[in-house]
């Protein structure tokens, strides 16, 4: 039995480590989407928006400017940042009970086993709504519905980033619920 739990918290420590690493790199690189309009393009993330125009790329943060402008999308970008920041501080901390697992093997404590699977949920759902709410507010704001006709969206690598994490933060969560003492 001991090599169950230790074989199912290495793995599952692994992906929610992985997925704590992407959940990170997804909330940093300001890129979760990118507009074109007439040879400008600009790339926006949670904490900051960049500009190139010819070649050179400026980049500011995401601050009362858009909150003047569109109050609305300035407020679920904020609570994108925060439900992305949850995720990955939970997604790192079940890492670390799902280690701390597979080092005790069969004398490990129930309430370890249970406090690995709760956070492993937790960071899922904290992820899949943060990234939910962080591309529905990039897509649908006032400046993409109604200043710009001639407007191209895509979406960034870091919302792709984001999705793979809830994936693989999903794989990794179930995995930790066949552990059993």
């Known amino acids: 039995m001991s090599s169950n739990i230790r074989l199912l918290s290495i793995v599952a420590g692994i992906m929610l ?3 704590s690493a992407c959940f990170i790199v997804s909330n940093a690189v300001p890129e979760w989407g990118k507009y074109k309009i ?11 928006y960049c500009a190139f125009v010819s070649n050179v790329k400026t980049c500011q943060s995401i601050s009362s400017e858009l909150e003047s402008f569109d109050a609305d999308t300035y407020h679920k970008i904020q609570a994108a940042e925060a439900f992305v920041t949850l995720a990955c501080i939970m997604s790192g901390i079940s890492t670390c009970c799902l280690l701390a697992c597979a080092l005790m093997g069969d004398n490990v404590h129930q309430i370890l086993l249970w406090t690995s699977k709760g956070l492993a949920f937790s960071s899922f759902i904290m992820g899949t709504v943060g990234i939910a709410l962080g591309i529905y507010a990039i897509f649908n704001n006032r400046l993409t519905n109604q200043l710009f006709t001639q407007l191209t969206i895509t979406l960034g690598a870091a919302s792709c980033i984001g999705i793979a994490a809830i994936v693989i933060n999903l794989v ?3 995995i930790a619920v066949f552990m059993r003492k």
Not at 38 to 48: A, D, F, K, P, R
């Open 17 to 19: 480590g992985l997925s």
């Open 38 to 48: 007439t040879g400008i393009e600009s790339t926006i993330g949670l904490w900051q």
């Open 172 to 174: 990794g969560a179930i």
